[in-house]
């Protein structure tokens, strides 16, 4: 079964740092990856799409991408107290199918 | 930006009622999706189109069914509500089966 697997978390960053998110998938030959951000009672919203190895960065975001190595992040900096969050990790199989990870919840301390 | 429109925010139903959520996206998308989320549980799919008229099962299919009579149009039915179908409900589109899934506001159901 092809799995996207996530850190559930909570994770807890200061206001102001770095945040750190992971995620690693199984099916070698995926070709599309996605970083969604879901607030508490809304629907996701996508921040990132990335579909190279390498860094893409959008404003304070920097998804990168290891196919090599089946892992792809997403590093938030300056993180806000906005910025709290399940963030999920959206993988786009050989089939195009899209398998989900379950999510990980960021807390950012002020 | 795409929009993607589901007609209720919250519903309440009773069991055995048959329950129609829509969904409608204004951006010419070939796909559409059906999802429920549960706590725990995560985003699990339960119908998808590729196309005008197609559907195909997701993970979780049991107890609904789908009609795709236009391209903007995704109906979920259940067919008779039952308690373990309250739940959130989210409706998604993407251009293409490469590009990323566009979410609607989710219906929250609950079932008595």
């Known amino acids: 079964q092809k799995e996207v697997e996530q850190n559930s978390g909570p994770l807890s960053v200061p206001e102001g740092a770095i945040a750190s998110l992971n995620c690693t998938y199984s099916d070698r030959g995926s070709q599309s990856f996605f970083w969604y951000r879901q607030y508490s009672g809304k629907s996701p919203e996508l921040i990132m799409s990335?579909?190279s190895n390498g860094d893409k960065e959008d404003g304070r975001f920097t998804a990168q991408l290891n196919k090599a190595s089946q892992y792809v992040s997403l590093l938030i900096r300056d993180s806000q107290p906005s910025d709290s969050a399940t963030y999920l990790c959206a993988v786009g199989d050989s089939n195009y199918q899209l398998i989900w990870g379950a999510g990980t919840k960021l807390i950012i301390k002020p | 930006d795409v929009k993607v429109t589901q007609s209720s925010r919250y519903l309440v139903k009773r069991t055995g009622e048959k329950v129609f959520l829509e969904c409608v996206q204004d951006?010419?998308?070939?796909?559409m999706f059906w999802y429920r989320q549960d706590p725990g549980l995560g985003l699990r799919l339960i119908y998808f189109?590729?196309?005008?008229?197609?559907?195909e099962k997701g993970d979780i299919p049991e107890g609904y069914s789908v009609s795709r009579e236009k391209k903007e149009r995704f109906s979920l039915i259940l067919e008779s509500a039952s308690t373990n179908q309250t739940s959130m409900y989210l409706c998604a589109s993407s251009l293409r089966e490469d590009q990323p899934q566009h979410f609607g506001d989710g219906t929250r159901l609950s079932i008595l």
């Open positions: 189109s590729y196309d005008v008229k197609m559907k």
């Open positions: 951006m010419d998308h070939e796909n």
């Open positions: 990335i579909y």
